[in-house]
């Protein structure tokens, strides 16, 4: 296949040129006809071009702020002894005071004797723990039942007690120790 230069391109193309000058003030009537497709594209364009954007940004933050007061007015308050009375409110400070004080007590204790039996104490307190929370969403659902307070007051008293076994055991494996360290004087 030949290549056809540009030139011989041009010399096919001989006479077939429209080379008339246009009629006078044609620029001017293609300026107009310009300007009036800019005015009627752009007149158009900012009657439909309407931003929806910032009514939606509105409309969405509406919703969240209603879904979320809505959520919190529905979440129930969970009781616990404090909230049925002032006497109930001082046995549970008592309690709590009384758990802390031992928990304290039974940390410093803490040695490589004792370190099993704080850990599995720790265990069964939190064990506890667990289930008080779910007595303080049973004392909710119940209404202030006199049974789920009195198995609220025996968790606080378990606890306690599983404190107090804990700290005569520590107290019995020191007493060992001390006597099986000491040396025998033999006459």
Known sequence: MEKDTIDDLFDDLQGKFDINEPKQGHEQRFLDKLKTNDIAQNGTK???DFNW???LAIAASLLICFSVFTTL??????LDLANVSPELSETQDFFTVTIENELKKLNDERSPLTEQIINDAIEQIQL??????????????SGKDQRVIYAMISNFQSRIDILN????????IKEL????DEPKNTI
């Open 46 to 48: 900012r009657s439909f």
């Open 53 to 55: 954007k910032p009514f």
């Open 73 to 78: 007015q529905n979440e129930p308050e969970t």
């Open 128 to 141: 506890l723990e667990t289930d008080y929370q779910n007595l303080k969403t049973d004392l909710t659902e």
């Open 165 to 172: 076994t804990v700290l005569e055991q520590i107290e019995t």
């Open 177 to 180: 120790k001390i006597n099986t």
